[in-house]
Nanobody, 125 residues
């Protein structure tokens, strides 16, 4: 079983950037398609981005496309989410998730098998 640990969250001014990381242990990251989800206060967990096992395919939720970039390093067993041009709507707890099925890619939380504990991102106006 793989364990996931997010890092890199924090406070940032609107318009700023953050880079989240998700490290895996237990199994190599290359076994899994990976995704990022977020949960704003009082809202359901929502899809942000996903990346295939090899990193050759990515999908994004519409409002983050062009601002966020998901990437992975299967040697370092790490997945990153580079977030630019942050705004207050990006505030929330960000979760890393792993999925044993690689294709088709999924934006559905229920399709992911393993989850991290989350890291808080707060964008200040």
């Amino acid at each position: 079983q793989v364990q996931l640990a997010e890092s890199g969250g924090g406070l940032v001014q609107a318009g700023g950037s953050l880079r989240l990381s998700c490290s895996t242990s237990g199994h190599s990251t290359v076994r899994y398609a990976m995704g990022w989800f977020r949960q704003a206060p009082g809202k359901d967990r929502a899809f942000v981005a996903a990346i295939s096992r090899t990193g050759g395919d990515t999908i994004y939720e519409g409002v983050v496309e062009g601002r966020f970039t998901i990437s992975r390093d299967n040697v370092q067993n790490t997945v990153h989410l580079q977030m630019n041009s942050l705004n207050s709507d990006d505030t929330g707890v960000y979760y890393c998730a792993a999925r044993t099925q690689d294709w088709p890619m999924s934006a559905v939380a229920h399709d992911y098998d393993y989850w991290g504990q989350g890291t808080q991102v707060t964008v200040l106006l």
